[in-house]
């Protein structure tokens, strides 16, 4: 089997360097004094990127994890929590709390554009009894990137939690977590970080930890429970067993975003010479505000379906692009240009394929994509 070149938002392209880090001989994570050093440094490193100094823990399990984890750990039955959903995973983010118990109110609002701060700001004028918040950084399957710059001052304004989905935004987004009072801040190790799919990171504010703490119930489960890492490196002493091979690989990833200094403006750069590519060859996105910094999401043009165009890319190019699920399914396309895949030479590939395929469904465009993007980058 080929491996293709990987253009979805998520997983991404992982590097040699932290395929090389991967393959290292493992030790005892649990007896190996060392290792716990280790951790610790990889969260300290971390940190660095969520732009914080709150406890950051890595978890065992793929992004989704980080989620069940907050809800878990948060939430008691009859909690009022509030959703800000105007897309995907910001309603799913809902319904994970309804699991634990919570009783969610969702704030909806148009799942083509970022939240409104001033629709947001109204409602809570109203209505601020809610034990935390749920909000999505950048709604993977739409593009959309909301503003929790404003979004989470204005909840803690009111002593509302923040519980933030950052997956598909840290490394790609601007994230300052303790300037923006952000509670909960939710990664995974396969978007922009570009390790191997498998970790969740959550940063965890004094806030948090006090709810955390003060259950008056115990959190249902185990492995969801954040309270079960307290005190992990003075006690020297992991929940479980930690995937050692995948934290190796975690590492070097973030090593690898740290000394490249500034990958935000790297995503910015090239999100926009995408995202105009492909607008001024007359293709519709998604979105109409809010443009991710890690994906565009673009309508599926006539003359062609999901299944010919991603066939097409693979067979012909052997290149994997993504398309949407629930609403958006069949409806839209999906370009990741996340971590490793947010790279000159991927992004051109890409658009060059995508422009081969859509001419040879006869569908009109007004410029070369690729041609376009490199005019843009110069
Ligand atoms: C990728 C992603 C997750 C993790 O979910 P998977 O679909 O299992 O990869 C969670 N939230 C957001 C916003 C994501 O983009």
């Given at each position: 089997?080929?491996?293709?070149l ?32 280790f951790y ?33 750990s ?19 983010f ?22 409104s ?16 918040a ?10 959309i ?64 930890w006090?709810?955390?703490r ?8 185990f ?29 070097a ?11 935000i403006?790297?995503?910015k ?36 379906c ?12 052997n290149?994997?692009i ?39 469904h ?6 070369d ?10």
């Amino acid at each position: 089997m080929k491996t293709p070149l990987i253009m979805t938002p998520g997983p991404t392209s992982v590097h040699e360097d932290v395929r090389r880090a991967m393959a290292k001989a493992i030790t005892n994570p649990d007896l190996d004094m060392e290792f716990y050093e280790f951790y610790k440094e990889t969260c300290n490193q971390l940190k660095k990127l969520f732009l914080t100094s709150n406890d950051l823990l890595i978890l065992n399990g793929e992004g989704i994890l980080g989620l069940e984890a907050a809800c878990a750990s948060l939430i008691e039955p009859g909690d009022q929590v509030l959703c800000l959903d105007n897309g995907i995973f910001g309603k799913g983010f809902g319904e994970f709390a309804e699991i634990y118990g919570a009783e969610v109110t969702y704030f909806k609002s148009d799942y083509r554009k970022a939240i409104s701060v001033d629709a947001l700001e109204q409602f809570l004028a109203d209505r601020h009894d809610f034990k935390l918040a749920l909000l999505v950084h950048c709604e993977t399957p739409s593009g959309i990137t909301n503003s929790v710059n404003r979004i989470c001052p204005l909840l803690k304004k009111y002593g509302i939690l923040t519980v933030v989905d950052s997956v598909s935004a840290v490394c790609g987004e601007e994230l300052k977590t303790d300037e923006w009072q952000m509670d909960l801040v939710l990664a995974g190790s396969q978007k922009c970080i570009s390790a191997s799919p498998g970790l969740s990171i959550v940063s965890i504010s004094k806030d948090a930890w006090k709810v955390i703490r003060g259950r008056k119930r115990p959190a249902a489960g185990f492995y969801c429970n954040l309270g079960i890492w307290s005190n992990w490196y003075e006690k020297k002493w992991f929940p479980y067993t930690q995937p050692i091979s995948d934290l190796y690989g975690l590492k070097a990833a973030v090593d690898r975003i740290l000394e490249e200094g500034d990958s935000i403006a790297r995503h910015k750069k090239y999100a926009e010479a995408v995202r105009n590519s492909l607008l001024n060859a007359g293709l519709e996105l998604y979105a109409q505000d809010g443009f991710s910094n890690t994906v565009t999401t673009i309508i599926i043009p006539e003359g062609i379906c999901f299944r010919e165009l991603f066939d097409a890319m693979l067979t012909d190019h052997n290149i994997m692009i993504a398309g949407a699920f629930d609403y958006l399914a069949d409806t839209v396309f999906r370009i990741g240009h996340m971590g490793e895949n947010c790279r000159e030479d991927k992004l051109y590939l890409t658009l060059k394929a995508l422009d081969d395929v859509l001419k040879k469904h006869h569908i009109l465009l007004k410029k070369d994509l690729h041609r376009e993007f490199v005019n843009l980058i110069l």
